[in-house]
């Protein structure tokens, strides 16, 4: 792959994203608020939502999502057992883990003592007089002795069909360490892995090339059923939780970057941008795994020993971008109902959305479920979620590239605290760009 085709993939992405945002509202506005518009064309006649947005823009979309999918539990597993086989002292996998995992929970607590702190000053609140559009019933969340339990696959084989990835995560951590120190045999099948690793990431290569059309089905889609009506009505709401989850993702970011590794951190957010454009399209960080971890280890310099286990792990339980949604939503539901939180509800705001970022990391509509785990030990009212969510979906591209763009620097961090790093990749704004 050359340069040029390299630099055009990200301008072909940021095209694709601005025409499917123009032709979905184009589509929104040919609907008028109409469930179906038919054309009729004589001899042929088709509706418009039947046709383009549950058809074209629908199949068109869902085919992207799963082919980004299709990657996420082969890479993972193929590339972990690599990195964690790779390492011949276990002390420095347990060091890896309990950095990353002490780094992912600090910028969580940051993120969410950020957001609880720009909310009470902002107000966004306060005057709000919204009636519930819809009802919100959360699932149930596991406790966490039930969650260290579930970390523990009883059948790998169905874990990795389920895509239960904390579980994948911990047979490939076993499974790699098995091959470190099985001698000559160990060796053999490791080999054999990084040549499957190879073949991966030529097949991440393969898909991601036509990532513009999945990205255009995906924006065209999301712009032609958004409530803009919702978005007035929740401006400031809106607006605050997109500058907070800005504001943690360029200014907390960057200070890691600055003041822990050394690191320019300009240069992280230019070749993360790609990653970030990602992110966004599909609201899923299983979905960029496979992006974040070339990113990572080709663009940034990180070894894939650190990579293969940061990245996966951070997709499953760092949500940063999640957790600065909580706070400011809980700070405005509780504005909007009139009721007064103390400073100390607000510590255990903190700490709630803290662990439940953990988990809750394979539940499904996890931030909304989080939230209402947080709002319940507060004493606020979980029906309040249906205030927002008509805003949330758009929201959720946001907070999930500010939880890949985390994934990536606490990769960078745990990388270069290991000796693990190359600089000299990191500092290239070539690196990666050519096949």
Known sequence: MTTNTKYNLTTRILLAMALGILVGTLFKFLLDGQ?????????????????????????????????????????????LICGTSSLKDI?????????????????????????????????????????????????????????????????????MAKGEMLQIIVFAVLFGIALALSGDAGERLRLMFEDINTAMMKLVGIVMHFSPYGVFFLMAKQFTILDLGDMANLAKYFA?????????????????????????????????????????????SNATIASNMTTTTQKLGVDNKVASFTIPLGATINMDGTAIMQGVATVFIAQVYGIDLTFNDYLLVVLTATLASIGTAGVPGVGLVMLAMVLQQVNLPVEGIALIIGVDRLLDMTRTAVNITGDAMVSCLVGKSENCFDETVYNDPKAGQTA
């Not at 001899?43 to 058809?55: N, T």
């Not at 605050?240 to 240069?267: C, E, K, S």
Request: hydrophobic share 55%; net charge positive; charged share 10%.
């Open 91 to 159: 002390k420095t996998l347990g060091r890896i883990g309990s950095k990353s995992m002490s780094l992912y929970i600090l910028t969580t607590a940051l993120a969410i003592a950020i957001a609880v702190f720009f909310a009470t000053m902002v107000k966004p609140g306060e005057g709000v007089d919204m009636k519930l559009s819809s009802t919100f019933n959360p699932g149930e969340a596991p406790g966490i002795a039930q969650v260290f339990i579930n970390m523990f696959p009883s059948n790998p084989i169905d874990a």
């Open 240 to 284: 605050l939780v997109i500058f907070v989850l800005l504001f943690h993702g360029f200014i907390v970011y960057g200070a890691f970057l600055t003041f822990a590794a050394r690191l320019n951190p300009l240069v992280f957010f230019s070749k993360m941008k790609e990653t970030a454009l990602f992110a966004f399209s599909t609201s899923s």
């Open 35 to 79: 469930a179906e518009r038919i054309v009729d064309l004589g001899a042929f006649s088709f509706g418009i939502k039947a046709l383009f947005i549950d058809g074209f823009f629908h199949v068109g979309g869902q085919i992207f999502i799963a082919s980004l999918k299709m990657l996420v539990v082969p890479l993972v597993l193929v590339s």
